[in-house]
Structures are given as structure tokens and as C-alpha cells.
């Protein structure tokens, strides 16, 4: 079945009422629904739901849609996550797929599972294992939450221990190869283990089921790596998932941010302490797929890394994709040689000062570049290269004025000095967008591009007012609405629904209907039209602007017909500019 179709199909087994109800208690509203908010710590209810309209609005986080918007945001998963959620929940089959890849995918789960099952019982056959978790902090509650396991290895127990025992539960071989857990050593020889001697946490993904491994190596005097994690399958990609992400969304939600650490046992003792927002990555470096699955939840996210270069590489990293996304970035600067699990088992208290600590991850990156060079002169000249490219990566120019001046007092230096360098950055990404996209007409004025961001949103908001007003009048009045709609903008009413986002039209949704409750018909009709008026200034005013951009350009090329003919379309904008507004007497 095409998503399309199963969208629709899912609509209509399920109401956005069976959707949000397991989230939030609602109670009636008129003829509307309304709840504490499932986003935010609000004391009073502010969270929305139309069942007429199968949409929710929550003003305290002022973020809305419809079902799958909701669940989107609640299990930190994008679209194609959300519908296959949805999907089984209304029991609609997506589209068909091979009965055998299914069942190949099915079998790996059960692998995993019965992998997870057999080293939680080896954990508790194994008391140096046991106890070395036990050391760490980790509490007998949190090992079963986190289904932390053990799987024994050589000498004792071989290389093969693992594989034995699942071969003797009915998988075979060429399963065990396709998820993760064993290899093929050649020559003849038969499969070992890949996860021998070591503590298991198993990774799972945003449903909870077990699609991975990470393996500690528990003998000491080993030679082996520390950790070791699956190799990527057909369940495990690396790049698309977080360790404890899980167990965390419900955490970044009430926290309002994402606590990132580098290690299993750093997560597990986070949350054991309270921080049940805590993430990490797996074998991999943030990638931005990682960031969106935290964006979804929070736009803040607190770095809690080690001080080493590893880690200095990693809070770069996450700089470079999260500032660029307008995300709120922090780094919380560990003391030397530890880590965050080292400061939980000392006490819950010093790793809250450390976390509270979090300072910006400009000011760190600064912080960073002091403490490393002492010669004045080099540490101004580093400051283009180290720190500037993050200021220009700030979305806000508030904020970018800001931390220019905290650099510039760091280093005794003008402001105006710090602005002319962040200045040249900011035209090198300029032209790199341009060249991106080449399709942007030439703009004379600076202030030009964020002019034009300002009227698209407005543009999109007197629609989504359109749009609502058209549910709320006889079909003789909409006729009204959507002829004159066309006639500004050239475009159906149903081709202009694809610009105005769920979440305008769901908050608009429940605003307009309180508002105009007590409106007669003709205040609405008054409304309606300036509205209307208001979208022919926007389209008229846009397409005047980009006429005579166009024909600057045509005057400074010297196309003398082109000239012409753009000057007859700006006199024409003008004139329309100046005719008389629409009024209510379009309904009669």
C-alpha cells in the first residue's frame, strides 16, 4: 500500500483521540479536548485537541499538528517511524514487502533477544563479572532495567561459548553472521564468537527492541580493545542511533535538553542518578541523523566528553551541525582523567555542579584556546580558525554580537575587530550558499533575503487564516474565498495547503475558533477581507521587488527589450498597488 493510502487508512481506524489519550489525560473542553501539556512541566493546561478536526495545538510549547505530528515528537522518530508506529496500532499493512526479507529481519530480532536472554543469565552465573558492574555503581535494579549481561570467553569458556548455546536453541550459523554476533574465521573453521569476556550492554532502537551489542572487556590484563560493538546489519546502522535513546526521550522532554556521554556505563549511572535524559553514540562520531533525533525532542544539548583530543574533536563536531541548526549547545568540562561515571559514584552532587557548570560551546572552544596558547599574538591568529567559524554558524545575530564581545574582552582586542574577521567568514559561507543555489535572484539590498524570509511566513500565516475561515463558512462562501484566491495568487486553495505548516493551521485552528465564537456573519466577512487584502500586498509587493531586482540586472547587462518590458510590470504593480481593497459586499 503506498504511504499515501495508509496515511488515510490510519485516519480513518483511528481517531487523534486514541492517538494522544495513552499521553495525556484529556478531559472535555467544549467541543474540543484539553490536557497538560506532554512537552513541558505546565502547571495548567494548555494542550489541545480537536477531534473534529483530527489536529492538537499546545500553547505552552507552541508546537502542533496532527496524529502523526504527535508521535513524531513523543517517540523521537521521523515520518516513516511514525506511520509504521501507527500503522500497527490501527493494524494497516504498509506496503507489501517479501515474505522472506520479513522473516529474515524477524529471526534476527529473536537472535538478539535470545542473545540478551543468555547473557543475562551468564551475568548471574558469573560473580567477577557481577561484581565489577556492582563496583562501578550500578545498581541490581538498573542491571535488570538495562538487561546488562555477560558473555564469558576464553580460557575457560572458548570462543565459541555463545554461538554454542544459540545453535542449540534452533539458529543457525548463517543467522548468527546476519546479526552481529559471530564471525567467520576461514579455512574450514567454524564461526566464533564475536563478544567474548565481556560485559553486554545491549543497543536498542527507538521502540526498545534489542538490534545491537556493546561489549566491555572485563579481564584487565587484556590486549583486546576496551569496547567492541556489532558490526552494522540490516537492524544496527551506527549513524541512525543513539545508545539509550529509548530509555532517554522521556527524559530530554522533561528536561527540556540532552545530556551526550561517551561511554555505556556513563549513560546507565546518569540515569540511575537522576539524569534520564542521557544519551551516547555508538562506534561512530555525532552525525546529523543523531541531531535530528535529539532536535525532535529538545533544541538544547549539554556535552559531558572527555577533555582529551577525541573529545575536544567530538564537541567540534557537534558544533558544526547543531549551531547551524539554531540548537542551543553547552559543554560541561569534566575534571582531568574523569569521566561521568567516576563523578557519579562519588556523588550525584559533584556530577550536578559539573552539568550545572555547562558553559556555551563558543566560550569553551575559547576557554580551550587560552589555556593552550600563552604567545598573544598566536592566540589572536588561532581565534580565526578555532572559534570565529562557530560564531558565524549562530543563527541569531543577538547572539552572535554577544559572543563577539566576550571574545574580544578575552583577548584585549576592539569589538570592531573581532566583527570585520566574523565578517569575512560569514561572506565566505555567503558565497557557498549562492553557488548551492543558483536559482536565489540577485538582491541588492542586504537587508533583502530576511525581508523576504519575513513575508513568506507572513504569507504563510494570512493562508493558514484562510484556510481555517473556509471550514468555518457555507460552501457558498468558501466558493467566494476561493475564487478570489486564485485570482491573487494563481493558485487552487488546494495547491496553497502544501505551503502552510500542521503547526500553523493547529494553532490558528483552536485561536480563530475561540475568537470568533461571537462574531456575527458579517464581522467574519470583514475579517475575511482583510485578510485577503493583506495576501494581495504581500503577492503584489513580492512580485514588484523581484521586478525591479530583475531589472537592474537587465539595465546593467544592457538588454534594452528585457528593460522594457520588466518596466511595464512595474508600473503595472504599482497600479494594482494603489487600487481600492476588497470589501464585504463580495459575499452578497
Known sequence: MASGDAVQQIKERLSIVDVISPYVELHAAGKNLKGKSPFTNEKTPSFY????????????????GDMFTFIEKMEGVDFKGALTILAEKANVQLVPEDPQKRTQRDTQY????????????????????RAYITDRGVEEKTIRSWRIGYVPGPPKHGWRHMREHLLGKGFGDAELMKAGLTKAPGEGKAPYDVFRDRIMFPIRDTSGRVVAFSGRILTKDSEAPKYVNSPETELFNKSEILFGYDKAKEGIRKFDFSLIVEGQFDVVLAHQAGYTNTVAVSGTALTPHHVSLLQRLSNRVVLALDADRAGIAAVKRAADIMLARGMDLKVAELPDGKDPADLIKEGKDEFKKVIGKA????EFLLHLLLKAESDDRKRKLRLFDEVLPYIVKLESHVDQDHFMGVVAKALSVPKDAVARDVERLREKVSKTMEQRDVSTPIVSEPEASAVDTVKHSRRQAV??????????????????????????????????????????MSQLIFTLENDLSSYRPKQIHEEVCDRLNELRQIVLRTSLRHSKETLEVAERAGDNAQVEELMREVSKYQQELGEPPLSADIFV
Open 359 to 362: 558553559t556555551h560551546v563558543i
Open 110 to 129: 529473536a537472535v538478539l533477544e535470545a542473545a540478551t536472554v543468555f547473557a543475562e543469565e551468564q551475568l548471574q552465573e558469573h560473580s567477577e563479572a
Open 49 to 64: 485537541v480537536s477531534p473534529d478536526r483530527g489536529m492538537y495545538y499546545c500553547f505552552s510549547s507552541s508546537q502542533g
Open 463 to 504: 493562508l493558514a487564516t484562510l484556510l481555517v475561515f473556509t471550514d468555518l463558512l457555507s460552501d457558498r462562501e468558501v466558493k467566494v474565498i476561493e475564487t478570489q484566491i486564485k485570482q491573487i495568487t494563481g493558485s487552487s486553495i488546494e495547491n496553497l495547503r502544501e505551503e502552510v505548516p500542521a503547526e500553523v
